[in-house]
């Protein structure tokens, strides 16, 4: 209740002076359009204006409504400002040039149009900050500090349908640890083609999944994942048991930890297994 409290007190303020534009500009072009509609409606020539203008605002009402409820259908707008457009240039026709006609007759509008832009401009955001649909922007102080990375960063956002700044920033480290990861194990630039392709698919997904799926990747959870896995292999050399990849896999998935066939090697090479089997 809180949040909508702000849209509530401006939409009572903005309401009442978006109307009386409404008005003033229907009042302003109701002569003119009516006079040059004579010729084809006779006596009923009042029902065009009257008609425009109560379409424009039964089309715009829509609109926000649809804004708010985040289903938007922008033809609703389109239309409604191709009316704005015509209603203009019908007053400018009748002007017969006169420039300062033509301004006065475009200013109310003009202004109608700014404001109800300024209205929708703020329900999409607050729907969007409600819903969390709405992507918060990377701050305008990090694309001049960091341009690239922040176009790095920008771009993930992007792919992997973030829309928290805060929370991007994280998967965004994460990568970054994952790719210098890499970057020792295979060197700094021949990673992209040394570094097996199931490391390299990897990284591209474990950042997107965890985006999807709500979940921060794995920092944590993959320490806890090395901790149980030298666990397993200390009771094994105890046993005096070697484990294989397979058979270390088999016991961390029998105490419930989730791990890919693709993220072994990384496990074996994170607590020292070889790959040979026992």
Do not use: K
């Not at 072009?29 to 009923?44: H, I, K, N, Q, Y």
């Not at 007053?91 to 420039?99: P, Q």
């Not at 392709?197 to 320490?223: F, N, V």
Request: glycine share 6%; net charge positive.
């Amino acid at each position: 209740m809180n949040s909508a409290r702000p849209v509530v007190v401006a939409a009572a303020v903005v309401a009442p002076l978006v109307a009386g534009l409404a008005v003033l500009g229907g009042i302003g072009s109701f002569g003119t359009v009516r006079d040059m509609a004579e010729p084809w409606f006779g006596a009923l020539a009042w029902i065009v204006p009257i008609g425009i203008d109560l379409g424009i605002l039964a089309l715009l009402a829509w609109d926000l409504l649809l804004e708010y409820t985040d289903m938007a259908w922008p033809v609703l707008r389109w239309v409604a400002w191709g009316f704005v457009g015509a209603t203009v240039a019908l007053n400018a026709t009748a002007a017969h040039g006169d420039v300062m006609v033509m301004v006065m007759h475009a200013a109310m509008p003009v202004l109608f149009v700014t404001v109800l832009e300024g209205v929708r401009h703020l329900i999409r955001r607050w729907v969007g900050l409600t819903v969390q649909t709405r992507r918060q922007r990377v701050p305008l102080a990090r694309w001049v500090l960091a341009p690239w990375s922040s176009l790095a960063l920008w771009r993930r956002m992007i792919l992997w349908d973030v829309t928290a700044y805060s929370r991007g920033l994280h998967l965004e480290q994460l990568h970054l640890r994952e790719v210098a990861r890499l970057q020792e194990a295979h060197g700094r630039w021949l990673w992209r083609w040394r570094a097996p392709l199931s490391e390299r698919i990897a990284l591209r997904l474990q950042a997107a999944e965890a985006a999807c799926s709500g979940e921060m990747p794995a920092q944590d959870r993959d320490e806890q994942l090395v901790q149980a896995a030298h666990s397993i292999l200390a009771e094994a050399e105890q046993s005096g048991v070697r484990l294989s990849q397979m058979d270390l896999a088999a016991q961390l998935r029998a105490q419930g930890y989730r791990i890919a066939n693709e993220r072994l090697r990384w496990l074996a090479t994170a607590v020292g297994l070889r790959r040979e089997a026992a």
